[in-house]
């Protein structure tokens, strides 16, 4: 097998080829991206995976001919319906941004002009693309626009502002717009990261129909491998920089060869809980710190000398299934996948350690929350799973004493709690710690992290004085970082590093509950993935109990023993996890479950004709 | 076309990066601008005038030397004043009332506007209210007008105008680090203390005034430079320094009948003022560049 030249499609309309595209920084020349290749082809969707800092976004703005300050394109072509973007000048680029090519940014409530209506948005585009067409034209292709991603096209609806619509409408209207000139190319960024999974089904349902109806090629940028599964005709798999392996769906998903991909299949939560998720050592390298030979050289479990040589050629194996790696072909598979995730689950003693009885709160004058009741017992992972606003978030403070306008009791043990942590006694901040979602934001970046975790020891463990230094190593060796963090600050480390931290200083005081809100959200998979196991693992060796709140379904299927679905500020289920996951009893949550998208369901029903 | 990915270069080792403190990044950041630089030499020059000056000074400052207003002699380099007192000596022995008394009303101040400005942001409401309105009456005076109010009342003492120049600061100050900290109390961080009980003090000054060095040191440098303005004016005004005591401030006003035969009475420290105000702007001007990042991007 060797490298050969890939014959491109006709230059036909909707026709993306990139050929070896490099990107580097105009400060030193350090590569950002390099040796991209896509195609794609009217009418087919082309999923672009990888992690934060894999140059995704980048690729995917490089089709409209943009490139960040900082970064200019050195190499490489990139054709848009075989013309060269490369080469267009300003005026052609102005007439390729929206009208050949069209954007859906990630987060819609920013890119839409918050002072213009809706109606004003659209026909603005349409007045920049369409030339002169009369008012009551462009008029009737706005109203047009909206049906097509079934927004209501009333008068009413065009004089609104984009603050007055909900997270999902904006981004049905940030569609609309992209597809109102139609495009013969369309670059989506992560356009469901922010949405609930109802909303995420619905968009993206919207998005696969406009791109079938209108022979639209299409470049969807995601982390989400789940997403991409549903959505995508093909997949190429980004890692620091580089396209590692991509192919069509099936193979992609069915034969992974690059162990990339691979591991960050392993990584994916699956909400059948047929298989473990498994996190992965280590992080990509940044550009400029890029290895010799393999970038994945230094995290893989299969490499050889070869490996720390030369970066790996793409190399075909299947019918379009490009793969960079010298051991794709001969790769041992890494270990048996379980058959049940599960393992022994710890057995939950029945005791209750943490519970809140009829628990009502208000912000400001608003209720939100009613009649909350739940109990989370010794050594027991109870999750909570809600979409956004649905409450989860409040009922996790009031619990922690950083929510005190609510009615009802907390209870730690049999010792009912005051509203306020302050007011609580020491013992109840001692047991009950609560992480929070975002670890760039809940660590003081002007402590190093051997004070923060200091200052909790000598909250709680006054005695410690003498050996204080000894016990921070030994908080950090419980979460698997190295001695040497104590003297970083936050922003020395990665998003999972500092959530490691996080957990550390919460373990540091010797809890019985852990309150988790949401701390995987604004992680990687492959990171989630580490810190769940790292969870599991603690609570096996310690006997801890973990109230983990989360809007991701599927996660939480392999590590917790029962769950609450909550919405609108109501618990509306409670069961153990295999039956409410099999036999869901309320509504709400069977529409959640059909709406979560899953590789497994994504391969074995396939939804879309490819 | 070939699908490869390209190995032409050779790809560096990826080097450890090699990391600062904080403290030590920025300080290299503002003196990396001329702008510091020159303010910092000044700033030097001035300070080895003030410390190290009365060592050189070739006559008492209150001595008569020659007759008064005489012009440059061999005897008085910059002739006498119009007493006949040596310029040149009551010029180096005049820096340290004002630099002394102005060091000393910015820690007061600052000190003072650091505190109030941390806990109306931190404890908000009532609180925050009361405090602000306070300073926002304070702030209605013009800061010499309340100072001249009070040495006038009170008759001009030494540690009265260091406080009342720095009671002066304080509410413009505690505006500055109210609002750098109010951003800040809603931050998890803040949270996560007060989850595990810590007490407010500490939140204050634990959590909080780490973070809010920047604008701290902005405005000590800020304020510095007022202060010496200021404590030069009230002096000029014969309120402050009384004679027959070296100062800066008191030789212009004593100086400025005699102008124009003896210039020198009053130049020599208008320049003086003038630098030592101009290098504490320069400094300070840079690192709040540097802080908000206005040169970053090159």
């Not at chain 1, 995976?49 to 894999?54: A, D, H, L, Q, R």
């Not at chain 1, 992680?523 to 790292?534: C, F, P």
């Not at chain 2, 008569?64 to 207003?69: I, M």
Request: proline residues 6%; neutral net charge; contains cysteine.
């Amino acid at each position: 097998m060797t490298t050969s030249t890939e014959p491109g499609p006709p230059a036909s309309t909707g026709a993306v080829q990139v050929r070896n595209l490099r990107i580097e920084l105009v400060r030193d020349g350090t590569d950002v991206v390099d040796g991209i290749v896509i195609d794609v082809v009217a009418g087919e969707v082309l999923g672009l995976v990888g992690e934060s800092g894999s140059g995704k976004t980048t690729v995917g703005m490089a089709l409209m001919g943009y490139t960040r300050p900082g970064g200019h394109v050195v190499g490489g072509d990139v054709l848009i319906d075989g013309h060269d973007v490369r080469k267009m000048a300003l005026g052609e680029l102005r007439r390729l941004r929206g009208g050949t090519v069209a954007y859906i940014p990630q987060d819609p409530g920013t890119a839409l002009n918050p002072a213009l209506r809706i109606g004003r948005q659209l026909s603005e585009m349409l007045e920049a693309h369409m030339g002169s067409t009369g008012e009551q034209e462009r008029d009737a292709r706005v109203r047009e626009a909206l049906e097509e991603v079934a927004l209501p096209a009333t008068d009413d609806f065009l004089k609104r502002y984009s603050h007055q619509l909900s997270g999902g409408q904006q981004q049905r209207v940030a569609i609309a717009m992209a597809f109102a000139c139609r495009p013969h190319v369309i670059v989506c960024d992560e356009p469901t990261t922010g949405l609930d999974v109802t909303t995420q089904a619905r968009v993206l349902q919207t998005i696969r129909e406009l791109c079938q109806d209108h022979q639209v090629a299409a470049l969807y940028v995601s982390h989400d491998l789940a997403v991409v599964a549903e959505l995508a005709d093909k997949v190429a798999v980004m890692y620091a920089g580089r396209i590692v392996e991509r192919g069509p769906r099936e193979v992609m998903f069915s034969q992974p060869r690059h162990p990339y991909t691979r591991r960050l299949l392993r990584a994916v939560p699956d909400l059948e809980g047929k298989r473990p998720i498994e996190g992965i050592p280590g992080h990509a390298p940044l550009p400029g710190h890029r290895p010799q030979g393999c970038f994945f050289e230094p995290r893989c479990l299969h490499a050889v000398a070869r490996c720390r040589e030369t970066f790996p050629e793409a190399v075909q194996y299947e019918p379009g299934h490009w793969v960079c790696c010298y051991r794709a072909d001969d790769t041992p598979k890494d270990g048996p996948v379980l058959a049940s995730g599960r393992g022994e689950a710890p057995a939950s003693s029945g005791e209750v350690v943490l519970s809140a009885e009829k628990l009502d709160a208000r912000y400001l004058r608003r209720q939100t929350l009613f009649d909350i009741n739940l109990a989370v017992a010794r050594n027991e992972c109870l999750a909570l799973v809600g979409e956004s606003g649905s409450g989860k978030t409040t009922l996790a403070r009031c619990i922690s004493g950083l929510h005190h306008t609510y009615t009802g009791t907390v209870k730690l043990g049999e010792a009912a709690l005051a509203q306020r942590a302050r007011q609580r006694s020491a013992e109840a901040r001692q047991r009950i710690q609560y992480i929070f979602q975002n670890p760039y934001a809940s660590l003081n970046p002007r402590r190093t992290i051997g004070q923060t975790i200091a200052r909790q020891l000598a909250l709680f463990d006054p005695g410690s004085g003498r050996d204080r230094g000894a016990r921070v190593e030994q908080c950090l060796e419980r979460v698997a970082l190295s001695a040497r963090a104590a003297d970083r600050y936050p922003d020395q480390l990665s998003g999972g590093e500092r959530q490691r931290v996080a957990i550390a200083r919460a373990l540091a005081a010797e809890p019985w509950v852990l309150v988790c809100d949401e701390i995987t959200s604004a992680l990687d998979v492959s990171v989630q993935a580490a810190i769940v196991e790292l969870l599991a693992e603690l609570r096996k060796q310690t006997g801890l109990s973990i109230l983990f709140i989360t809007h991701n379904l599927a996660l939480i299927r392999t590590i917790a023993d029962r769950v609450s679905v909550m919405t609108g500020g109501r618990i509306v289920e409670t069961g153990r996890i295999n039956e409410v996951f099999e036999a869901p009893k309320a509504d709400y949550t069977r529409q959640l479950l059909a709406n979560t998208p899953t590789i497994e369901a994504a391969l074995g029903h396939n939804g879309h004709g490819a | 076309m070939s699908a490869t990915t390209a190995t032409a270069e050779p790809f560096a080792p990826a080097p450890e990066p090699v990391r600062r403190g904080r403290a030590a990044t920025l300080a290299r950041a503002t003196l990396g601008q001329s702008r510091a630089k020159v303010g910092l030499v000044i700033f030097v020059l001035i300070l080895v005038i003030v410390i190290f000056g009365p060592l050189f000074a070739p006559h008492s400052p209150t001595e008569f030397v020659a007759a008064p207003n005489s012009g440059s002699s061999s005897h008085a380099l910059f002739g006498a004043d119009s007493l006949g007192r040596d310029v040149w000596s009551r010029f180096l022995y005049g820096g340290r009332s004002i630099l002394g008394l102005a060091l000393a009303a910015t820690i007061i101040g600052v000190g003072l506007g650091l505190v109030i400005g941390l806990s109306a942001a931190y404890l908000g409401g009532l609180v925050d209210e009361v405090l602000m309105r306070i300073a926002d009456v304070f702030m209605a005076f013009p800061q010499i007008v309340l100072a001249l109010l009070l040495v006038s009342a009170f008759g001009p003492k030494l540690w009265l105008i260091v406080l009342t120049v720095g009671i002066s600061h304080a509410p413009r100050v505690a505006r500055v680090i109210r609002g750098a900290a109010q951003q800040l109390v809603e931050r998890d961080f803040v949270k996560a203390a007060e989850a595990v009980g810590e007490p407010r003090r500490r939140v204050i000054f634990g959590e909080l005034l780490p973070n809010v060095t920047s604008p701290l040191m902005v405005e000590t440098g800020l304020r510095l430079t007022y202060s010496i303005g200021l404590i030069a004016a009230i002096s000029f005004l014969g309120l402050g320094i009384q004679p027959p005591h070296a100062d800066w401030g008191l030789m212009i006003n004593e100086n400025r009948l005699s102008l124009i035969v003896q210039p020198w009475g009053v130049m020599l420290p208008v320049i003086a003022i003038a630098l030592l105000t101009i290098s504490t702007g320069l400094m300070t001007d840079s690192y709040a560049r540097v802080v908000i990042g206005i040169d970053r991007g090159e």
